[in-house]
């Protein structure tokens, strides 16, 4: 069983920034690869980033590439989503992932890849 902890949401100005953390415990971070997503009010969730169980691999949107980074650090047990020139429509509950499937990660965008999910963080942009 995995737990998973996400902080930093909040309430910013359009082109500031925010970081957001997930915290995991219940099994060795560096077993699970980690994914976030991010759901607006009346859409579906979407993929944000991904980042592979030793970080060497990375994958973004590309409604983010370019102003959103993930990071991980395995010796916190912390996946980070450090997120910059935020604008309104990256307005959403923020939920982080993990994934204990295939080492390939091939289906880092999709939600089924996922077996644990936290209970979201809400990023409001205002404009």
């Known amino acids: 069983q995995v737990q998973l902890v996400e902080s930093g949401g909040g309430l910013v100005q359009v082109g500031n920034s925010l970081r957001l953390s997930c915290a995991a415990s219940?099994?060795?971070?560096?077993?699970?690869?980690m994914g976030w997503f991010r759901q607006a009010p009346g859409t579906e969730r979407e993929f944000v980033a991904a980042?592979?169980?030793?970080?060497?691999?990375?994958y973004y949107s590309d409604s983010v590439k370019g102003r959103f980074t993930i990071s991980r650090d395995n010796a916190k047990n912390t996946v980070y989503l450090q997120m910059n020139s935020l604008k309104p429509e990256d307005t959403a509950v923020y939920y982080c992932?993990?994934?204990?499937?295939?080492?390939?990660?091939?289906?880092?965008?999709?939600?089924?890849?996922?077996?644990?999910w936290g209970q979201g963080t809400q990023v409001t942009v205002s404009s």
């Open positions: 980042i592979s169980r030793n970080g060497g691999r990375i």
């Open positions: 219940g099994r060795t971070f560096s077993t699970y690869a």
């Open positions: 992932a993990a994934s204990l499937g295939s080492y390939s990660f091939s289906n880092y965008n999709l939600q089924n890849e996922y077996d644990y």
